[in-house]
């Protein structure tokens, strides 16, 4: 500056700054994208300091989904607000000791937690110190996960389990049950043959006969309910199907529910497998019990024959036609509309634990779906519930064979090989071809069957053999027999295999295939069915 106080020049230092600055941006950048890779972990993850107790430095957005909580709100907060209760931040506390002692940490220590709204949940910890170079801690890392769809997954596992466990129980005792029944419908169906028409005697034969088939239809629905039975899909009506329903159901819920029905008598047959229909029926009613026991209420059973036109049913992929409508009301506690929509799901229930597997209504819906039908549902709480089941009517139903044509048509003369390991059923399948006009040579085992088919392979004309036997099993024998002669018509017989089913016995040669118990008729037909098959048009 000059003597009057005038700047005569000035002194500037520059410096670059670029290196700084990108190392700042670069700093920025990795402090974004490490907040990003924190925010953005499914697992609550919290930074604590190292007072006694320890406070929340930090936490990601996690915390919110899992706990309630912003991470603002947790921030300065101690995590003992997290646990349970006293007892539960003790035994927490405990095994992280436990594994500080160690010179380990804490992982995947299960806990239960609680949530901002009171609610707990399963949930797994991992638990690390943060040590400076001097080995002093400053602090720690806890992770949280919520444990919850875990757990109702294994849940569901060991429910998967329980009931495959069931299944193959319940197959086993299908088989044991179906021998047991096979005498009584085939001697009782041999005594309708002989006793007079209108004699006492006949109808108590009849009555036995009509209890024996129940019997079956009860093994077939445990074998439909275990997966090991064949599902057919035939022309029938329904009505008739839960006429056997509502009997069942009279006899197994209590008096003080009043069960009702309109069911229209000459409604039209429907392609479906009646075993599920059946299943339908029985878990539609079962699920109305349940919504009606505690109040004594009422349950109606409706079947009638609509017809849908387009857009008439709302939601709805049905075309228009006529439909078999079945529907099952209760005057129950109703559904809550906020789950109406999830009440199909598989293992979705609202019943108390032991009233029921979640399984009900996501079987009735499978199947609905596979006979392309529909199911919809209305409720009011407190009002009761009702469901309706459309299953499309077939365009035209087959009429089936009078009494006289299947009389002529089964009868034979053809020579049969019998095998059957147990003597009784072995011996009733004899009479019961004999008296058709067959010549039997009937063997209790296997093996003897075989030597007896190598002397005279061309002695027979077919073969019919239970599956389930000692030393060789029906399938077994089968090839064996086919080695020797492949021509030979075979029939297998079987009360419950997983060894084979009808497509199995085809794929290996086999001309027809019968589930016992089986009736003196059903077996004529298929014998003379595989018979005239391979028998040369006149």
């Given at each position: 500056?000059?003597?009057s106080g005038t700047p005569r020049y000035l002194l500037g230092i520059s410096e670059d700054i670029t290196e700084k600055k990108r190392s700042?941006?670069?700093?920025?950048?990795?402090?974004?994208?490490?907040?990003?890779?924190?925010?953005?972990?499914?697992?609550?993850?919290?930074?604590?300091?190292?007072?006694?107790?320890?406070?929340?430095?930090?936490?990601?957005?996690?915390?919110?989904?899992?706990?309630?909580?912003?991470?603002?709100?947790?921030?300065?907060?101690?995590?003992?607000?997290?646990?349970?209760?006293?007892?539960?931040?003790?035994?927490?506390?405990?095994?992280?000791?436990?594994?500080?002692?160690?010179?380990?940490?804490?992982?995947?220590?299960?806990?239960?937690?609680?949530?901002?709204?009171?609610?707990?949940?399963?949930?797994?910890?991992?638990?690390?110190?943060?040590?400076?170079?001097?080995?002093?801690?400053?602090?720690?890392?806890?992770?949280?996960?919520?444990?919850?769809?875990?757990?109702?997954?294994?849940?569901?596992?060991?429910?998967?389990?329980?009931?495959?466990?069931?299944?193959?129980?319940?197959?086993?005792?299908?088989?044991?049950?179906?021998?047991?029944?096979?005498?009584?419908?085939?001697?009782?169906?041999?005594?309708?043959?002989?006793?007079?028409?209108?004699?006492?005697?006949?109808?108590?034969?009849?009555?036995?006969?009509?209890?024996?088939?129940?019997?079956?239809?009860?093994?077939?629905?445990?074998?439909?309910?275990?997966?090991?039975?064949?599902?057919?899909?035939?022309?029938?009506?329904?009505?008739?199907?839960?006429?056997?329903?509502?009997?069942?159901?009279?006899?197994?819920?209590?008096?003080?529910?009043?069960?009702?029905?309109?069911?229209?008598?000459?409604?039209?047959?429907?392609?479906?497998?009646?075993?599920?229909?059946?299943?339908?029926?029985?878990?539609?009613?079962?699920?109305?019990?349940?919504?009606?026991?505690?109040?004594?209420?009422?349950?109606?059973?409706?079947?009638?024959?609509?017809?849908?036109?387009?857009?008439?049913?709302?939601?709805?992929?049905?075309?228009?036609?006529?439909?078999?409508?079945?529907?099952?009301?209760?005057?129950?506690?109703?559904?809550?509309?906020?789950?109406?929509?999830?009440?199909?799901?598989?293992?979705?229930?609202?019943?108390?634990?032991?009233?029921?597997?979640?399984?009900?209504?996501?079987?009735?819906?499978?199947?609905?779906?596979?006979?392309?039908?529909?199911?919809?549902?209305?409720?009011?709480?407190?009002?009761?519930?009702?469901?309706?089941?459309?299953?499309?009517?077939?365009?035209?139903?087959?009429?089936?064979?009078?009494?006289?044509?299947?009389?002529?048509?089964?009868?034979?003369?053809?020579?049969?090989?019998?095998?059957?390991?147990?003597?009784?059923?072995?011996?009733?399948?004899?009479?019961?071809?004999?008296?058709?006009?067959?010549?039997?040579?009937?063997?209790?085992?296997?093996?003897?069957?075989?030597?007896?088919?190598?002397?005279?392979?061309?002695?027979?004309?077919?073969?019919?053999?239970?599956?389930?036997?000692?030393?060789?099993?029906?399938?077994?024998?089968?090839?064996?027999?086919?080695?020797?002669?492949?021509?030979?018509?075979?029939?297998?017989?079987?009360?419950?295999?997983?060894?084979?089913?009808?497509?199995?016995?085809?794929?290996?040669?086999?001309?027809?295939?019968?589930?016992?118990?089986?009736?003196?008729?059903?077996?004529?037909?298929?014998?003379?069915?595989?018979?005239?098959?391979?028998?040369?048009?006149?």
């Amino acid at each position: 500056m000059d003597d009057s106080g005038t700047p005569r020049y000035l002194l500037g230092i520059s410096e670059d700054i670029t290196e700084k600055k990108r190392s700042a941006d670069a700093l920025w950048e990795t402090n974004e994208r490490m907040k990003k890779v924190f925010d953005s972990q499914l697992d609550a993850i919290f930074v604590l300091d190292a007072e006694i107790p320890p406070h929340i430095i930090t936490c990601n957005q996690a915390v919110g989904r899992i706990f309630g909580y912003s991470p603002e709100q947790m921030l300065g907060k101690t995590i003992e607000s997290l646990h349970v209760d006293k007892d539960h931040l003790m035994q927490f506390q405990d095994s992280l000791q436990r594994v500080l002692n160690r010179e380990d940490y804490l992982q995947d220590f299960e806990f239960t937690m609680k949530r901002r709204d009171g609610s707990t949940f399963p949930s797994s910890h991992t638990v690390l110190e943060m040590i400076d170079e001097a080995g002093r801690r400053y602090g720690w890392v806890s992770v949280v996960r919520d444990l919850t769809e875990r757990k109702q997954t294994e849940t569901r596992l060991r429910q998967a389990q329980k009931m495959e466990s069931l299944g193959n129980l319940s197959g086993g005792i299908a088989h044991d049950f179906n021998n047991i029944l096979f005498p009584i419908i085939g001697m009782s169906e041999l005594l309708l043959e002989d006793l007079p028409a209108d004699s006492p005697e006949h109808e108590n034969a009849a009555e036995i006969f009509n209890a024996g088939r129940r019997g079956s239809d009860l093994v077939k629905q445990i074998l439909a309910f275990s997966r090991q039975s064949e599902q057919k899909k035939m022309p029938i009506p329904i009505q008739q199907i839960l006429e056997e329903v509502m009997k069942l159901s009279h006899s197994t819920i209590p008096a003080n529910i009043e069960i009702t029905q309109d069911i229209q008598s000459d409604c039209s047959v429907v392609q479906a497998d009646p075993t599920q229909v059946h299943q339908i029926a029985m878990n539609l009613i079962t699920n109305a019990y349940h919504a009606v026991e505690s109040k004594n209420g009422k349950i109606a059973v409706g079947l009638r024959e609509v017809e849908l036109e387009f857009g008439q049913l709302p939601e709805s992929d049905l075309l228009p036609g006529r439909y078999a409508l079945l529907s099952v009301s209760d005057t129950g506690i109703g559904i809550d509309p906020a789950i109406l929509q999830k009440i199909f799901e598989p293992y979705f229930t609202t019943k108390e634990q032991g009233k029921g597997t979640g399984l009900g209504l996501a079987v009735v819906y499978g199947i609905v779906k596979e006979h392309q039908g529909d199911i919809k549902v209305a409720s009011e709480l407190g009002k009761g519930t009702t469901f309706n089941v459309y299953l499309p009517i077939m365009v035209k139903a087959e009429e089936p064979a009078s009494a006289e044509e299947n009389a002529v048509s089964q009868v034979g003369h053809e020579r049969i090989l019998l095998v059957d390991d147990e003597k009784s059923i072995a011996m009733l399948e004899k009479q019961m071809l004999e008296r058709l006009g067959y010549k039997v040579t009937m063997r209790v085992n296997s093996l003897e069957a075989l030597e007896v088919f190598k002397a005279r392979p061309n002695a027979f004309d077919m073969v019919v053999s239970d599956m389930t036997m000692p030393c060789m099993t029906g399938d077994q024998l089968a090839a064996a027999l086919m080695e020797i002669r492949p021509d030979i018509p075979i029939i297998i017989c079987t009360g419950f295999s997983e060894r084979i089913n009808q497509e199995r016995a085809a794929a290996i040669g086999v001309r027809g295939f019968l589930m016992k118990p089986v009736a003196k008729s059903e077996m004529a037909k298929t014998i003379r069915s595989v018979l005239d098959e391979r028998m040369p048009a006149p």
